[in-house]
């Protein structure tokens, strides 16, 4: 069973760093592009950044590019998201997702819970 | 950046009544490949999106075959043929044809 286990989220200052993680089973992890996707409060999905599998390209959304980084450990089965500078608009919730293999046409078919970030004084 | 356009932004049916959500792109999803990359997801309360469907038509495994997606081009369309209670939730389109990938601004599907 595929299964995305997404962390590390919580409570930080405006200007503070955090790093959350994606624990993926149930795949063949190094095989896959992989995202992180976010919704503020309330509001739509965001897509932030991709990585393809063996972390040799990554591209992000203008509104987190120079700030967040993402990175793979695939001896880990793990993804993760550096995000430093931290603004109140980012605040929301951090889905990691599946995204493709290089010959396919899905986008996103499995995701993680999510990881609350809240950016506040 | 693909603008991707969704309406309607909530939608009221009965249960067992039709249902369909239009989404629009300002370019064309038709990839060097000659596919389409429009897909739909269903975020039902409390929980991550869920993939419906993918290259336009393409139901993911699993999904019931009262949703379809048909279109275009720019245009295209989710219809659920006889809405049921479980199909509550957040529906949103999403280009994957070019980065950034880009989604519509949602559907609310309430029940009756």
């Known amino acids: 069973e595929v299964q995305l286990l997404d962390s590390g989220g919580g409570l930080v200052q405006p200007g503070g760093s955090l790093r959350l993680s994606c624990a993926a089973s149930g795949f063949t992890f190094s095989t896959y592009w992989m995202s992180w996707v976010r919704q503020s409060p309330g509001k739509g999905l965001e897509w932030v950044a991709i990585?393809?599998?063996?972390?040799?390209?990554?591209y992000y959304a203008d509104s987190v590019k120079g700030r967040f980084t993402i990175s793979r450990d695939n001896g880990k089965n793990s993804l993760y998201l550096q995000m430093n500078s931290l603004r109140a608009e980012d605040t929301a919730v951090y889905y990691c997702?599946?995204?493709?293999?290089?010959?396919?046409?899905?986008?996103?078919?499995?995701w993680g819970q999510g990881t609350l970030v809240t950016v506040s004084s | 950046d693909v603008v991707m356009t969704q309406t309607p932004v909530s939608l009221s049916v009965t249960p067992g009544q039709p249902a369909s959500i239009s989404c629009k792109s300002s370019q064309s999803l038709v990839y060097s490949d000659g596919k389409t990359y429009l897909f739909w997801y269903l975020q039902k309360p409390g929980q991550p999106p869920q993939l419906l469907i993918y290259e336009v038509s393409r139901r993911l495994s699993g999904v019931p075959d009262r949703f379809s997606g048909s279109g275009s081009g720019t245009d295209f369309t989710l219809k659920i043929s006889r809405v049921e209670a479980e199909d509550v939730g957040d529906y949103y389109c999403?280009?994957?044809?070019?980065?950034?990938?880009?989604f519509g601004q949602g559907t609310k599907l309430e029940i009756k």
């Open positions: 990585i393809k599998e063996d972390g040799s390209e990554k």
């Open positions: 997702a599946r995204d493709h293999i290089t010959t396919g046409t899905t986008r996103f078919d499995y």
């Open positions: 999403m280009q994957g044809e070019r980065l950034p990938y880009t």
